[in-house]
């Protein structure tokens, strides 16, 4: 069964710093890739997805993330981060072919000042 | 443009009670989908639907049931409430042209937190 692993439940970084989390999956076929944030109180908003085609994707708000299948990794990387990044953000995958979204338990980032 | 709207926006139910979450969506979306939010945890899919009309059981379905009688609303029931559906409950909704192949975007609400005492 796919499985999503998102390495570190709470991510802290400095204002301006570089922002990297992490997201492996467990998958012999390379899924869809996604990476969804969630601010306060609201619901999920998608920031980026890998479906084919360039494996470096770019997203809203200076995110991008690479998939690297040989590492069944997309790891989600921002080079400055900003107070408004604080967030908890959601690595998914999706199995080609199929449509049930499995979602990893989420990396809750902080930004200091 | 709404896009997902979730009515109501928390609730405190007691254990044995019931009670029906709505979810309406004005983007003329085929797929809906309900998920519970647990910490820890992620999101977890409960139900789904894939157009009027029809439903589907998610990962974790039991003591839940569901009906899209209209494309536009999915509602979510709980017949007899449990502490273990204390949780933050999420609508989404996807177009379905890419859903079958797995690449749409899910839009979602902004939830509903629920309390079971």
């Known amino acids: 069964a796919q499985s999503v692993t998102q390495l570190g439940s709470h991510v802290s970084v400095s204002e301006g710093a570089l922002v990297l989390l992490r997201c492996n999956y467990s998958?012999?076929?390379?899924?869809?890739l996604f990476w969804y944030v969630q601010y306060p109180n609201q619901g999920l908003q998608l920031l980026l997805k890998?479906?084919?085609?360039?494996?470096l994707v770019k997203g809203i708000n200076g995110f991008e993330a690479e998939f690297k299948k040989s590492e069944t990794s997309f790891h989600l990387t921002k080079p400055s981060a900003h107070m408004s990044d604080a967030a908890e953000y959601f690595c998914?995958?999706?199995?080609?072919?199929?449509?049930?979204?499995?979602f990893g338990a989420g990396t809750r980032l902080f930004v200091k000042a | 443009n709404a896009g997902v709207t979730q009515t109501p926006k928390f609730r405190v139910l007691k254990t044995g009670q019931s009670m029906t979450l709505l979810c309406a969506q004005d983007?003329?979306?085929?797929?809906m989908y309900w998920y519970r939010q647990d910490p820890g945890m992620g999101l977890r899919l409960i139900h789904y639907?894939?157009?009027?009309?029809?439903?589907a059981k998610g990962e974790v379905p039991d003591g839940y049931n569901v009906s899209r009688l209209k494309k536009q609303n999915f509602l979510l029931g709980l017949e007899s409430a449990a502490p273990s559906q204390t949780s933050v409950y999420f609508c989404?909704?996807?177009?379905?042209?890419?859903?079958?192949?797995?690449?749409?975007?899910?839009?979602f609400g902004p939830g509903t937190r629920l309390t079971v005492l």
């Open positions: 983007m003329n979306h085929e797929y």
């Open positions: 890998y479906t084919t085609g360039a494996t």
């Open positions: 998958s012999s076929v390379p899924p869809y």
């Open positions: 639907s894939v157009g009027e009309g029809t439903t």
């Open positions: 998914a995958v999706t199995p080609t072919g199929g449509f049930k979204t499995i």
């Open positions: 989404a909704s996807s177009e379905g042209q890419g859903a079958r192949w797995g690449t749409d975007t899910q839009y």
